[in-house]
């Protein structure tokens, strides 16, 4: 059974970087045409897409993050990880790991997701 | 970017009630589409996907329909653990994007 695990700092302060780690159990990230993914949900909100990453190592982000995220993998570790740049308060929320099916392309798995606080 | 709207944002419900839930894309998504529920502090879980098909474990009562810019979810007879936040995702194209959430509340 595939399992995926957040880890990194709850709280940042404003303008830092936020720097979060998904290590996957349970399978290979290398799996053919497996994708992986980071959402986020502000306290109280809806899901938000942050970006996704190719086994390969292709990304793909949302617009309105895109010149503030960069994620990768790192297939030694069987991990992939999210930088966002420049956070704000705006930028508080949980953060979601999940694997994108490779045949249905929707999010099949999920970690359980961590807080991550922005403040000074 | 692919808009999806939901509606209603939440209902009140009581157990054994039949619940619809609606998604429309802002353009054709074929049926590129999957349902998620989402109980509080815990992750999303994938119901359905490719519009109308059921994810593996997820129980018979719940269905979903349509192609193109409408969809439904439906669940023909509420039960307590159901209670909770559904979300659609289109998964047509990059930017992926949600619906808002609907919440199915306790009536």
């Known amino acids: 059974q595939l399992q995926l695990q957040e880890s990194g700092p709850g709280l940042v302060k404003p303008s830092e970087t936020l720097s979060l780690t998904c290590t996957v159990s349970g399978g290979s990230i290398s799996s053919s045409s497996s994708y992986w993914g980071w959402i986020r949900q502000p306290p109280g909100k809806g899901l938000e897409w942050i970006g996704s990453?190719?086994?390969?190592?292709?990304?793909y982000y949302n617009p309105s993050l895109k010149s503030r995220v960069t994620i990768a993998v790192d297939t030694s570790m069987n991990q992939f990880s999210l930088k966002l740049s420049s956070v704000t308060a705006a930028d508080t929320a949980v953060y979601y790991c999940a694997r994108r099916s490779p045949t249905t392309w929707d999010f099949d798995y999920w970690g359980q997701g961590t807080l991550v606080t922005v403040s000074s | 970017d692919i808009q999806m709207t939901q509606s209603p944002s939440s209902v009140s419900a009581s157990v054994g009630d039949r619940v619809t839930i609606t998604c429309r894309a802002s353009?054709?998504?074929?049926?590129?589409l999957g349902w998620y529920q989402q109980k509080p502090g815990k992750a999303p879980k994938l119901l359905m996907y490719a519009a109308s098909s059921l994810q593996s474990g997820v129980p018979s009562r719940f269905s979903g329909s349509g192609s193109g810019t409408d969809f439904t979810l439906t669940i023909s007879s509420l039960q307590p653990e159901d209670f909770a936040t559904y979300y659609c995702q289109q998964t047509h194209s990059f930017p992926l994007t949600f619906g808002g959430g609907t919440r199915v509340e306790i009536k």
């Open positions: 990453v190719y086994y390969s190592g292709s990304t």
């Open positions: 353009q054709g998504i074929s049926n590129w």
